[in-house]
């Protein structure tokens, strides 16, 4: 596709329920991330993917949440039993490649997740 | 502390006007510094990428980075309502660790 392309783009869930968070990134870019953001509270580093492996995991904040990547593109954040703080926006991200160099990070629109 | 700092405002000036947003920061493994405009409801997108110290403009912005005071800026000159949006400063150490500030609400009135 022309850009990052996130679903679903807004879901309410009961506290308790288990949520997927879907990405699609550009074709061809190897990394992949995932932002929180809260009001005011900027951009969160959840999880880094460079191909279908998370090097870099330490942003998950714990673990009800977790991420998988297949085939080198699609990737799925799962947040178990949902509280109300888990409420914020989920922004996906993918770059050509996890360099200094060639950091531009192209980002989906997100996932209000709201969680009752 | 965190290790980016960025007032969030909100920001309001007039049509025409110069905005002035800065981020500063307390780790001097940053290497690469980046401003992203985020419009409502939408994703960051990236502004400007520069990685040393002195100006770049593009266009209407100038982005300036002090590495010794460890400060960075964005100016939008003759500023248009269409640049109303979250701001945000994003900093690459050099360990591909990206930070980014908590964002600048600017509203531009026609």
């Known amino acids: 596709g022309a850009g990052v392309s996130q679903s679903p783009s807004n879901k309410v869930t009961e506290k308790g329920k288990d949520v997927e968070l879907r990405c699609d990134p550009i074709s061809g870019h190897t990394a992949l991330y995932w932002y929180r953001q809260s009001l005011g509270q900027g951009l969160e580093f959840l999880i880094y993917f460079q191909g279908n492996s998370a090097p870099d995991k330490s942003g998950l904040p714990s673990d009800r949440f977790s991420a998988e990547r297949t085939g080198g593109s699609v990737s799925t954040l799962t947040i178990q039993r949902t509280q109300q703080e888990d409420s914020a926006v989920y922004l996906c991200?993918?770059?050509?490649?996890?360099?200094?160099?060639?950091?531009?990070?192209?980002f989906g629109s997100g996932t209000q997740l709201s969680v009752l | 502390q965190k290790e980016v700092e960025q007032d969030p405002g909100p920001l309001s000036v007039p049509e025409g006007a110069i905005v002035s947003l800065n981020c500063t920061y307390s780790n001097s493994a940053f290497q690469y510094f980046m401003w992203y405009r985020q419009y409502s409801r939408k994703g960051p997108e990236l502004l400007m990428y520069?990685?040393?110290?002195g100006n770049k403009e593009d266009g209407r912005f100038t982005a300036q980075v002090d590495k010794s005071s460890k400060y960075i800026s964005l100016f939008i000159r003759d500023s248009q309502p269409s640049d109303s949006a979250t701001y945000l400063c994003?900093?690459?150490?050099?360990?591909?660790?990206?930070?980014f500030g908590a964002g600048t609400t600017v509203t531009v009135r026609a």
């Open positions: 991200a993918s770059s050509l490649a996890h360099s200094l160099s060639n950091e531009k990070l192209f």
């Open positions: 994003a900093l690459i150490s050099n360990d591909y660790k990206l930070s």
């Open positions: 520069t990685y040393s110290s």
